[in-house]
């Protein structure tokens, strides 16, 4: 199963950032201004246009197969 993380290195926490406002499930979430956002994986569906969306290469795409009992690795 893909899923995009959030890499805090490269995350700048832009005041306006693309990567929660268009993302089209609404799976980035940031309390607050001066929080970075983080993904919400209940939400996110794996489509991966976040990696997109930010302009510093904030998201990396992450591949975690099935344990082989029918459940993913998260």
Sequence with gaps: MKRAIIIP???MNCEMCLVETDCPK???IRESIEDKPWI???RCSG???CLGFCKNEG???VYQPCDGKA???W
Aim: include cysteine; proline fraction near 0%.
């Design 26 to 28: 609404k799976a980035i």
């Design 59 to 61: 998201i990396r795409e």
């Design 71 to 73: 459940r993913s690795g």
């Design 9 to 11: 290195e490269k995350c």
């Design 40 to 42: 919400d994986f209940y």
């Design 47 to 49: 489509c991966m246009k």
